[in-house]
């Protein structure tokens, strides 16, 4: 059973009189333990098809199924419920809180949604934190930090929980080679041992490099499948 499926999946956006046919009816399946990329020109659909991988967005028809369940039927709480349970992001601008330190940030998946115990994430949250080589920044806002270092911030946020799909939009854009490969190993690690799928929005070769499937959007179609 695959744990991804999209079957004619298709997203319209409607703006004043446009109509925008973002992703335009696309078949594709993601295997468990596995690492996935888009790829494509801006504006290809890369976005539309993680938002709606993530819950963050429905489809205008056809079928996507998550972890067995048919994403396109949940209305908003059980959509948010489900994205707690299961999917985390690193988005393309970090989305970090402003109000909470880079400790609290990465916290924040273990109380607002699984609930952990008090030590338990406390030891969670620093493990995650060193594995990104942040450890140091604990106690700084996000506007204390550079961009390379919100951005491992919002990796570490996006992997603390375990989920079993972790949806990123270019999460090595702003990083230097070394931090991008330690990252990388970091995501594969996870991958191996806790069998995490990582589905990208990428240009970076790196990642491209690591990953079993590539699908190549174009207007909203895959154009091609292929490693
Ligand atoms: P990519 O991530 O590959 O750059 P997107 O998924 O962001 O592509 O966009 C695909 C198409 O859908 C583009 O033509 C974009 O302008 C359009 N689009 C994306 N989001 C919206 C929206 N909220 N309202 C209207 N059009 C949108």
Redesign the pocket.
């Known amino acids: 059973m695959s744990l991804i499926r999209a079957e004619q999946l298709t997203k319209n956006?409607v703006?004043g009189d446009v109509v925008?046919n973002?992703i335009q009816g696309v078949d594709f399946t993601i295997e468990p333990s596995s690492f996935v990329c888009f790829v494509?020109p801006?504006?290809?659909?890369?976005?539309?098809l993680l938002n709606m991988i993530g819950c963050l967005d429905r489809p205008t028809q056809g079928r996507l199924t998550v972890l067995d369940t048919d994403v396109g039927a949940l209305d908003r709480t059980a959509a948010a419920e489900f994205r707690g349970q299961h999917i985390g992001f690193v988005f393309q601008d970090f989305n970090l809180l402003p109000v909470l330190t880079a400790y609290e940030n990465v916290e924040y998946p273990l109380v607002m949604v699984q609930r952990w115990p008090m030590e338990a994430r406390r030891k969670r949250v620093m493990e995650m934190l060193e594995a990104v080589g942040v450890a140091d920044q604990a106690n700084k806002y996000p506007a204390q930090l550079s961009g390379g270092q919100k951005q491992r911030i919002a990796v570490a946020r996006a992997l603390v929980a375990s989920s079993k799909v972790v949806l990123a939009d270019e999460p090595t854009a702003n990083l230097d080679h070394a931090t991008a490969m330690r990252i990388i190993d970091l995501m594969k690690t996870m991958r191996n041992e806790l069998g995490t799928t990582f589905v990208f929005?990428t240009h970076d070769p790196k990642i491209m490099a690591e990953a079993e499937t590539t699908f190549t959007?174009e207007d909203?179609r895959v154009l091609r499948t292929g490693r």
């Open positions: 956006y703006a925008v973002a494509g801006s504006g290809s659909g890369k976005s539309t929005s959007l909203g």
